[in-house]
């Protein structure tokens, strides 16, 4: 059973930073892409990065500059770095996978259970 257990959320300030953690666990065959999503109150979800296993990053363009994803491979664990955050970037952050096991090596989404990060003053 894989289980993806995300970490480091909170309340800060504008133009403060926060480092999100997610942490895979279970017996995993290979991570293809992992990432993290938000779903802001009221609004649809959105990816906000994701990283390959080749090492190719996206993000999302209201992101860009402000947000890294890296990731400890040895560990099975990802990180976004959030720096300079805003108000709009109040949402919950849920970390993904794509991954497979070795029960059933075929890729497949798995999803955490989401962390609240709230940007106020």
Request: glycine letters at 12%; proline letters at 3%.
């Amino acid at each position: 059973q894989v289980q993806l257990e995300e970490s480091g959320g909170g309340l800060v300030q504008p133009g403060g930073s926060l480092r999100l953690s997610c942490a895979a666990s279970g017996s995993i065959g290979s991570i293809n892409t992992m990432g993290w999503y938000r779903q802001a109150p009221g609004k649809d979800s959105e990816m906000v990065a994701t990283l390959t296993s080749g090492g190719n990053t996206d993000y999302a363009d209201s992101v860009k500059g402000r947000f890294t994803i890296s990731r400890e491979k040895a560990r099975n664990t990802w990180y976004l770095q959030m720096n300079s955050l805003k108000s709009e970037d109040t949402a919950v952050y849920y970390c993904s996978a794509n991954l497979w096991v070795p029960t059933n090596p075929v890729y497949r989404d798995y999803w955490g259970q989401g962390t609240q990060v709230t940007v106020s003053s």
